[in-house]
């Protein structure tokens, strides 16, 4: 054997380190290492960092502190693929926080994310670099970054991916990524619906879950549902909710089906293959009330289509959603009701609505939940309006009194829908005539600040007004107040409605009266002079406040008409209830009084207070109410310190006192002037009664002579009052003669005006037939106008237009 050569070992290099294996139990140690140029202690250090940030999200905060982030964002585009792998996965796990995303955000590392995604990266990237844009695109500006720098098309791609987590982080983070409209035209561009598709049939169900998430925003887009009917992508939900073993997917499934119904092509296709009937008897069948919930939301936006309306009819839609109505969710019952509302556009289901469904929904409006109330009472609204039928059934369902605990209600809409039904009910005279105590639950929404309750609270006052009992019932609940100050409205609507209202109220005096005292008189004129606030009614509700409150007629246009018959009227300048117990200095007034005693809204008549009653001492005949039959209260009111007694007073209404003298004055004029056969001889003989109660005939140059100043200071110092009831007048000029002659002409059937002149002058104005010319028999002639003298010839009669007649206006 030949001779064993023995072989040297070579030295290392005097510069190479000999291996050391370092163990550390301190993260700011192995932070330090991710500085380190060797590739292996870089990938080593990953992996501890990788390990200890999956312990907890404390430990994300340490790191975060220790300032790994950024050596880790250098590492994640080293050209080692190990250090590559575990830096991207240390990046994956560190974004879930907060506080790393943030500062991922400002470093701008989404680029070097999405290059991780490159097809020959290894899948484990793949996951964690998805991973990592799914936790950011959380954010509006990633979503913003990602989209821009063109994320969205590698994170399609890798919806195909083998592993189940790449696909699973890709989806999620494309579903964070369409919530904005760009990004959900580009997943329709990019083809991305096919693959969304196929996850549908994942083993996994997050996945599938998530999938069907981003089908329902992607489905809002008619384009997108176009593609997913084409790629039979209905047949693929409908697979889902019929297999029970998805019930977990039921929900989201049912929020695309939503979409799609949008489409008539859709519903149609649905409704041939049987997929409706399905659909609607899996929400009446399904106990899970997100799925009755999502069904009924389904039907809504369906319904918004007069197309699907007329399908969604023929398959009886009205049963399930009546159904639904039934249900323990409140979510499932709100949604019904708004279903409700939507098929209300089409009237056979409407009608069909009201046989059923109607008591059902009124129970609703005394639910506790305040969206379960609005949905409801929006439906009864839609369900009432045009429908007398459905009208009646909400009475008939006992509606009226949960309607008006309604108006009470926390939500606007809740309280604006109320009042909206109320309002249809009351078109019906019937049913108006059966609701009651609903002018003092409206002064809360007429004092509303959102536009749409005024509006249609203004609307049910406008419906309901024209009852006389109610006009009462709100004006003693001091409605009138902010009804007028809706008339101030800048809303086209709200000032309209509040017009209408206000002219339906104006109906009676003692309404007509308090709405001028309020100030409404001022405010249709000034809306009646703006071409772009006046409407139809706010003409016609400053008519009915003259028409209604002669006095005030009196004042601003100085002549009430024949038709308008005097009963509580002032010649003079009107004034407010507190200027009159006020006596002020102002001209005298001599009012019109009652011929029987009025009460006012709270049941006093002028005899039952204290201050009336002194002013009216000794002028009464036994029509005022004796001590003994006061009521309670007004017996309370006496005893009442006395300046409590003024403030309680300012606050009622004034009511002119019972006059005993004008109602002897109708009486006797009526013996004397009824059994004349002519108009013309009633009218002569009424002026020679007025002017003989008034001081005779007054020659004309002693005019001046004739003292019925002193008289009516006489009368005002007995009253205490500058307010003088005609009847005690017994020395009166030419306004107090024409303001007597108007009162009884009214009362005995003479027809004339009252018209007021210049300088205290006022006449009266008849219309009678002249006599056919002499030989001439059978003509009739037309009626001409004549003014009435009351002061130097009583009964004479002067054409209008003559010389005499106007000697008498001026002179």
């Keep these: 054997m030949g001779k064993k050569v023995k072989k040297e070992v070579e030295p290392p290099p005097k510069d190479v380190f000999d291996p050391l294996s370092i163990e550390s139990k301190k993260a700011a140690t192995v932070v330090l290492m991710l500085n380190s140029p060797e590739e292996e202690v870089?990938?080593?250090?990953?992996?501890?960092?990788?390990?200890?940030?999956?312990?907890?999200?404390?430990?994300?905060?340490?790191?975060?502190?220790?300032?790994?982030?950024e050596p880790l964002f250098k590492l994640v585009s080293h050209e080692d693929p190990l250090v590559r792998r575990n830096a991207i996965m240390v990046f994956g796990i560190m974004a879930s926080n907060n506080d790393v995303r943030k500062l991922l955000r400002e470093l701008d590392v989404t680029n070097s994310v999405i290059a991780r995604l490159a097809p020959e990266e290894d899948i484990v990237v793949h996951e964690f670099a998805s991973l990592c844009l799914a936790h950011m695109a959380v954010e509006y500006t990633s979503k913003v970054q990602i989209f821009e720098q063109g994320g969205l098309e590698p994170l399609i791609r890798l919806l195909s991916s083998p592993d189940p987590d790449v696909k699973k982080n890709s989806v999620e983070c494309i579903y964070h990524l369409v919530q904005d409209f760009q990004s959900r035209a580009a997943v329709r561009e990019l083809n991305a619906i096919p693959a969304l598709l196929e996850l549908l049939k994942s083993e996994y169900p997050v996945v599938q879950l998530l999938a069907l998430k981003t089908f329902g925003v992607i489905s809002n887009d008619r384009e997108t549902r176009i593609i997913l009917r084409e790629n039979q992508g209905l047949e693929h939900l409908f697979k889902i909710l019929e297999t029970k073993e998805f019930n977990d997917l039921h929900v989201e499934a049912l929020a695309v089906v939503a979409n799609c119904l949008e489409d008539v092509d859709t519903m149609q296709l649905i409704q041939q293959t049987g997929g409706l009937k399905k659909l609607l008897s899996f929400a009446e069948m399904s106990t899970i009330p997100d799925i009755q919930k999502n069904a009924a939301k389904a039907i809504t936006k369906a319904a918004y289509d007069p197309e699907n309306r007329k399908i969604l009819h023929e398959e009886e839609i009205e049963k399930c959603l009546i159904t639904l109505l039934g249900t323990d969710n409140d979510g499932a019952k709100a949604a019904a009701s708004q279903a409700i509302s939507a098929m209300c556009e089409n009237l056979a289901s409407k009608d069909a609505f009201g046989i059923q469904g109607i008591p059902q929904l009124v129970q609703l409006l005394s639910s506790e939940n305040e969206e379960v109330k609005e949905a409801a009472a929006i439906a009864l609204a839609n369900l009432t309006t045009g429908s007398p039928s459905n009208a009646s059934a909400v009475a008939e369902a006992e509606g009226i009194e949960p309607l008006i605990n309604v108006l009470s209600a926390k939500r606007d809409g809740t309280v604006a829908n109320a009042a909206a039904i109320l309002t249809n009910?009351?078109?019906?005279?019937?049913?108006?005539?059966?609701?009651?105590?609903?002018?003092?639950?409206?002064?809360?929404?007429?004092?509303?600040?959102?536009?749409?309750?005024?509006?249609?609270?203004?609307?049910?006052?406008?419906?309901?007004?024209?009852?006389?009992?109610?006009?009462t019932e709100l004006r003693n609940a001091s409605g009138l107040e902010p009804l007028v100050k809706l008339l101030h409205s800048k809303n086209d609507e709200v000032r309209r409605n509040a017009c209408w209202a206000v002219m339906v109220c104006a109906s009676d005096e003692l309404t007509a009266v308090e709405l001028c005292r309020l100030g409404a008189l001022d405010i249709l004129e000034e809306i009646n002079l703006s071409t772009g606030r006046k409407n139809n009614f706010s003409e016609g509700a400053l008519d009915k406040l003259l028409d209604n409150n002669l006095s005030q007629k009196y004042s601003q246009m100085g002549s009430p008409s024949a038709e308008d018959k005097s009963q509580d009227l002032y010649y003079g300048r009107t004034a407010s209830s507190s200027s009159i117990r006020k006596s002020s200095k102002e001209r005298t007034s001599a009012v019109v009084s009652p011929v029987e005693e009025k009460q006012d809204s709270s049941g006093r008549s002028p005899s039952s207070l204290s201050k009336s009653s002194t002013r009216e001492k000794g002028s009464r005949k036994g029509k005022g109410k004796k001590e003994e039959d006061k009521?309670?209260?007004?017996?309370?009111?006496?005893?009442?310190?006395?300046?409590?007694?003024?403030?309680?007073?300012?606050?009622?209404?004034?009511?002119?006192?019972?006059?005993?003298?004008?109602?002897?004055?109708?009486?006797?004029?009526?013996?004397?002037?009824?059994?004349?056969?002519?108009?013309?001889?009633?009218?002569?003989a009424l002026a020679l009664f007025v002017a003989d109660k008034m001081g005779g005939p007054i020659e004309r140059d002693k005019l001046h002579e004739f003292s019925w100043e002193l008289h009516i200071s006489e009368i005002e110092f007995e009253l205490k009052c500058n307010v003088v009831p005609i009847g005690k007048i017994k020395k009166g000029t030419f306004y107090h003669r024409a303001l007597l002659f108007k009162v009884i002409a009214d009362r005995i059937g003479i027809g004339c005006s009252l018209v007021r002149g210049e300088y205290g002058r006022a006449w009266n104005e008849v219309k009678l037939v002249d006599d056919s010319p002499q030989g001439i028999t059978g003509l009739l002639l037309p009626p001409q106008m004549y003014i009435v003298d009351l002061m130097y010839q009583p009964g004479c009669l002067m054409k209008q237009g003559s010389a005499e007649a106007d000697h008498y206006q001026r002179i």
């Design 42 to 69: 870089l990938a080593k250090a990953c992996d501890a960092i990788y390990k200890f940030a999956s312990k907890g999200d404390e430990n994300k905060v340490t790191l975060l502190s220790l300032g790994a982030v």
């Design 425 to 471: 009910m009351a078109m019906q005279e019937p049913l108006r005539l059966s609701i009651h105590g609903v002018m003092n639950a409206i002064v809360e929404p007429l004092q509303s600040t959102n536009s749409l309750v005024q509006s249609k609270a203004a609307l049910t006052v406008a419906a309901l007004g024209c009852d006389a009992d109610a006009r």
């Design 631 to 684: 009521p309670k209260e007004e017996e309370e009111l006496q005893t009442m310190p006395k300046v409590q007694q003024e403030v309680i007073f300012e606050k009622l209404p004034w009511l002119p006192p019972f006059d005993s003298i004008l109602l002897d004055y109708i009486t006797d004029a009526s013996k004397i002037i009824l059994p004349l056969t002519t108009t013309k001889e009633q009218v002569v």
